[in-house]
Each structure stands twice: as C-alpha cells, then as structure tokens.
C-alpha cells in the first residue's frame, strides 16, 4: 500500500463496555505492542475508566480518549454531565462527538453536536465527529445529503480552522455492530466527498484531514479498507474489546 502523507489512527470505542478486570487485561495486551510512526493508537473507555486507563498506559505511546463531553462549559449545577475540562484534566487527547448511538438514543441534534465540538476544541481536546447515514437514508439514497449536512452543520458553527485541529469519522449507521462492513469503495466514495465538503472551504485543512471509517471493521478487512486513498484508519466498536483483533487492525494501519 502507498505511504499516504496522514498519519493514520485506530481508535477503539469501548462503548458501555468492560469492568475494571476486563479493562486491565486489554490495556496488557495491547501494551506489548510497539507503534509504529505510519500509525497512531487510541482507546476510549467509559468515563470510570479514564484515569486508571490512562495510568496503565503512561510511557506506552498509546492515546486515552472519552466517548462524548458535556455541552456545558466550565462547571455548574449539571448533574451527571461532564466536562470537556474534567477530561483534559485526565489527560484524554481525544473525545468522540456525535456517535450516531448519542444521535438516535439521546436526541443529539446537529446543533448540540456543534457545541461539544466547539467545547472540546476550546479545552484543548482534539473532536472526533461521527457522521454517517442510516440505512433508510442509504437505500433512499440519501447518503450523501444527511453526511453533508452532518459535517456542514459543525463546519458552519466552528468554522473550517476548527478542522485543523479534529477528526471526522465515517460510521454508517447501517454497519455499526452488523458485522456489516461497508466495502472499500463504498467507504471511500463518502470519505471522498466528506474531503471535498472541506476542500470547498479550506483546500489544506482537508488534505491534512484524518477521516476515520468506522462500521464492523475487523482484522479481516481492516487492510483493504486502509488501502483507500481518503480512509485514514478506523473508529473500531467491538473488535476493539478483543486485544488481538484490535492489534490486527493496527498493525493494518501501521504496515
Ligand atoms: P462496531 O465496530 O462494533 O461496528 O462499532 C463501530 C462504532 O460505533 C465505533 O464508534
């Protein structure tokens, strides 16, 4: 595969998943992994875990990111919310905004997505906005339409520098935990346009732009997917809770 001039990432969402046993066994197993410099590595682990997490992976080289913030800034009268503060304060490098599992289970609009964006980037956390389409969006052949008005939507209210400093990661709704994958060209096609929906504003900014492809990526067609010219590593749910399946992926990435 050509070196592509990004550095790739792969990033595991652990989503509501684990326990503190469970959570130790894998950050062990992935430690013994060297990383290499085509490629970097990042876990997400529920909020209890974050700290104990990143402790366990100090002097690995491998990230800590949190799964979603707060859309509140500062500190306050918001029971159960957290901070995107409380997260650098951790240490997390990363934050995911936008899951299509906050959009379609916790009435996450494009809006509200917009401010955790902004609220991540103005404490120093580097946003990973999810976008992507539902099935019915697909088949209706809506694709296209809903991507571009997800990404639009943060890009209207952030501004294009903000994407200087942020991921975006394609999940199709459709191939989150179906063992449905998208295919390479699939993928690659909306990766591409998410570039160019960049490009239009800022030609730089969205060649340097990591797009994550996220959606039953598994050791078995991680490579394939990475091979694409707009698809810059993965945004991993399950495969993620299984070290050896995860490290497939990342040394996919990484060689
Ligand atoms: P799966 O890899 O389990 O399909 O999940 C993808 C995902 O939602 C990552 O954020």
Redesign the pocket.
Known sequence: MPRKSRRLLVAG?W?MNGSLVASRELVDALKGERLGAAAAMLVCPAYPYLQTVKQWLTGTGIGVGAQDLSDRNGSGAFTGEVAGAMLADLGCSHV?VG???RRALYGETDELVATKFRNAQAVGLTPIL?VGETLEQRETGRTDEVVRRQVTAVLDRAGVAAFANALV?Y?PVW????GRTATPAQAQEVHASIRAIIAARDATIAANLTILY????KGANARDLFAMQDIDGG??????LVATEFLEIYRAAAN
């Not at 945004?235 to 993620?240: C, D, H, M």
């Open positions: 969402n989503k995911i899951h299509s599992e999810c990661a999940e191939a989150i935990g179906t996220g959606g039953s990526v945004l991993v749910g399950g495969a993620s």
